[in-house]
């Protein structure tokens, strides 16, 4: 099962169906942008904080997975040097739609971020990589090409799930599932995210995600919890994701 080729071509349709997270900022807040005014969300609710991103002048960015004309038009407005890789092509439309309208370079790359990273090494001072791998099998072989593309000092923000959205049923009463969550492993598993119509979409423990950053040889500097903004979940108040500013020692 080629799962995401399954994403990408889910995705795209999301985007065209008027998928929040696939909707280009207005010309009106790049303008905002340029003049100081931003914010940006790894996480589906909370801002990041701007302290995380020190000045990004000249800065060579990275969005990794971070397609859809909504965080990388706002550091290239901030100044950054900007390249994003995805594998919806509609996310990569929506920033080509961006950078045509304002008038900016960007580095569009369709890609997989499962696979090695088609950069070379240190080509990067900072990564931004909001919620999306969720919908990847391993994520340890994504926080090693982080490490291995950025450059000494650098900076890698990403967003990651709690894997608690995976256990629950679809109104959020009832604890159904055991963990690991993989469709591909688990027909049930697979036929849940069909019926929500969620792509493939995977649980992974704190250890793959916090602990897998600290193996690949990054140092934790700071994180904050975010719940899923909307659902019985949020509403009781009860973090889902986790966002994390790690640095390359």
């Not at 950054?80 to 509609?90: E, M, Q, W």
């Not at 923000?157 to 608690?164: A, E, Q, R, W």
Request: some cysteine.
């Amino acid at each position: 099962m080629d799962y995401q080729k399954i994403n990408a071509e889910t995705i795209d349709r999301w985007v065209e169906e008027g998928w929040e997270w696939g909707q280009p900022i207005s010309h009106e807040e790049y303008i905002k942008a340029r003049h100081g005014i931003w914010d940006v969300v790894l996480t589906p609710t909370k801002k990041v904080p701007h302290e995380w991103f020190g000045d990004l002048t000249g800065k060579k960015v990275l969005g990794l997975a971070s397609g859809g004309g909504q965080q990388m038009p706002v550091f290239a407005a901030l100044g950054a040097d900007c390249t994003v890789l995805d594998y919806s092509v509609k996310q990569l439309e929506s920033e080509r739609y961006v950078a045509e309208r304002e008038g900016y370079d960007i580095h569009i790359i369709r890609g997989d971020m499962t696979k090695t990273l088609p950069f070379e090494d240190e080509a990067f001072d900072l990564i931004f990589h909001p919620v999306s791998n969720c919908y990847v099998k391993d994520v340890k072989g994504i926080w090693k090409e982080c490490w291995r593309v950025l450059k000494k000092g650098g900076l890698l923000l990403s967003g990651v799930d709690h894997y608690i959205n995976y256990v629950v049923d679809e109104n959020e009463c009832e604890i159904i599932n055991s963990l690991p969550f993989d469709p591909t492993k688990n027909e049930d598993y697979r036929k849940q995210l069909e019926r929500d119509d969620a792509g493939m979409q995977f649980s992974h423990t704190l250890e793959e995600q916090i602990n897998g950053q600290l193996e690949a040889g990054f140092t934790l500097m700071s994180l904050y919890e975010d719940t899923n903004g909307e659902g019985r979940l949020h509403d009781l108040n009860i973090p889902t994701f986790l966002a994390m500013r790690s640095k390359k020692s």
